[in-house]
């Protein structure tokens, strides 16, 4: 069994190293770029150099385009100076809600020890004693009737259409025979209709079916006669358990501040963990996005060195006395080795990103399920599903979303509910048989009743946060 809590931040612990590693892949294509930037500078420069000798071709970077070079990469520094204020902002809200839960959790354990106290007192009060007794017995009463009327409705829903469907008695009943409503008119009727009673046995058979009617009626009233003594005991009782518990009213308050304020502060983490993981989302789509005026320009330059060739190009330079041309040529060959090597760098850092942010899309839809079923709140929780297990099968790619979204809710069980406050026996009402002699036998062994409250620091399922960064 995992609590709803731990499945969910198994899986927002998942999608940060992935993201992580997307924020990694995503630095490294950034870096990449911003040199393959200054290296087609670089070109442009030497180019400039060597056509006043060599070439006639003007390939100077516009300034067009390395002002939008520029701007792309203050965009990037300017977002990934906010991920590290975020952080910053993070460790210290995660501190401030350690304090606070170390607080709550000081201030329940306080009002259990006092509720503790005090229900001892409470349970040793004689009233307290007394009144149980009376309840149980009443349970009891209210159980035995109860069940005396469900008894005397099946018998009656059995019996009655017997009775209704004989003609005979029916005939007689409808008369009225044998009550003061009965009448005839002819003597010779007031003679067969007493032939027929004698025959079919009819003042015998009536009683029976008037009893049978009746008995229903009798529990309920009984029922009713029962209520009064019930509601007495039950007001009796809350208003010893008010003279006795009302003075943890101000702690439970306190309590429930405290609570309040550790709600606050994980709505604001959850807040800062939004805005670090669509500041990442945006570095990641920067890294993934094609930047067309920079491969233009790496595109207009490689065209130059393909139409020219390195090699006349070190022919022409040693036709001069002036070493310069040389150093140009043989610098613009290794710049160019190393821009091929860095493009074939950010196409493969950008074949992972892409990966990466994929899953982590996936980690993304599962938790919001999750989050919109409300299955991460306080007693929510999954049988038989290891949440770690999954979450790697997730982001190995064994599993899809979809999938996994099946298993959490084929494994999701509801929170059980717990009544809070003071129980001494559920005012339901129970049932008897009606039966037989018709006498009573209560047990000697009466309910045991206790009042229980609960005020824990936290349990399972406690706040966690999950970084993504």
Do not use: C
């Not at 949440?387 to 929170?415: C, Y």
């Amino acid at each position: 069994m995992t609590s709803g809590s731990k499945t969910h931040n198994s899986f927002a612990d998942k999608r940060a190293v992935l993201e992580r590693q997307a924020r990694s892949h995503a630095d490294a294509i950034h870096t990449s770029e911003r040199r393959m930037q200054a290296i087609v500078q670089r070109q442009g420069e030497l180019w400039k150099q060597l056509a006043a000798i060599h070439i006639n071709a003007n390939l100077e970077l516009p300034a067009s385009v390395r002002k939008s070079m520029d701007g792309r990469h203050s965009k990037i520094e300017a977002k990934k100076a906010d991920v590290e204020r975020i952080k910053t902002n993070l460790s210290s809200m995660k501190r401030m809600r350690a304090s606070a839960a170390e607080d709550r959790a000081n201030h329940a354990a306080k009002l259990d020890a006092d509720h503790a106290a005090i229900s001892a007192h409470f349970e040793a009060d004689p009233r307290v004693v007394e009144l149980r007794r009376r309840i149980a017995v009443l349970t009891q009463s209210f159980a035995e009737a109860d069940e005396k009327k469900k008894r005397a409705e099946a018998e009656l829903a059995q019996k009655r259409v017997a009775y209704e469907d004989d003609e005979l008695f029916g005939y007689l009943r409808r008369r009225g025979y044998g009550t003061p409503a009965y009448s005839a008119w002819f003597p010779l009727t007031r003679v067969l209709d007493a032939a027929l009673a004698r025959a079919t046995n009819f003042n015998e058979e009536r009683a029976n079916y008037d009893l049978l009617v009746a008995v229903p009626g009798w529990t309920d009233e009984r029922i009713a006669a029962l209520a009064p003594s019930r509601e007495r005991a039950d007001a009796e009782f809350s208003e010893i358990e008010r003279e006795f518990f009302d003075e943890l009213d101000e702690q439970k308050k306190v309590l429930a501040a405290k609570d309040g304020v550790l709600r606050d502060i994980d709505v604001a983490i959850a807040s800062e963990n939004d805005a670090i993981a669509a500041a990442n989302k945006f570095l990641s789509d920067a890294a993934l996005a094609e930047d067309s005026e920079l491969k233009r320009v790496v595109a207009d330059f490689s065209a130059i060195l393909a139409k020219k060739g390195f090699y006349d190009l070190k022919r022409l330079a040693a036709e001069t006395q002036d070493p310069e041309d040389d150093r140009i040529v043989a610098e613009l060959q290794s710049l160019m080795d190393e821009l091929a090597d860095l493009n074939n760098a950010v196409e493969s850092e950008k074949s992972e990103l892409f990966v990466l942010e994929r899953k982590v899309k996936s980690f993304e839809q599962v938790e919001k399920h999750i989050r919109s079923k409300g299955w991460n709140d306080s007693g929510h929780s999954f049988n038989g599903v290891n949440a770690d297990q999954l979450s790697n099968q997730l982001s190995s790619d064994t599993f899809t979303a979809a999938v996994v979204i099946g298993m959490l809710s084929n494994a999701h069980e509801e929170p059980r509910r717990n009544n809070y406050g003071s129980s001494y026996g559920n005012s339901g009402y129970g049932g008897s048989s009606y039966g037989g002699s018709g006498n009573s036998n209560r047990s000697d062994d009466s309910p045991t009743v206790t009042t229980t409250d609960s005020f824990g620091g936290g349990g399972s399922d406690s706040f966690t946060t999950t970084d993504s960064f």
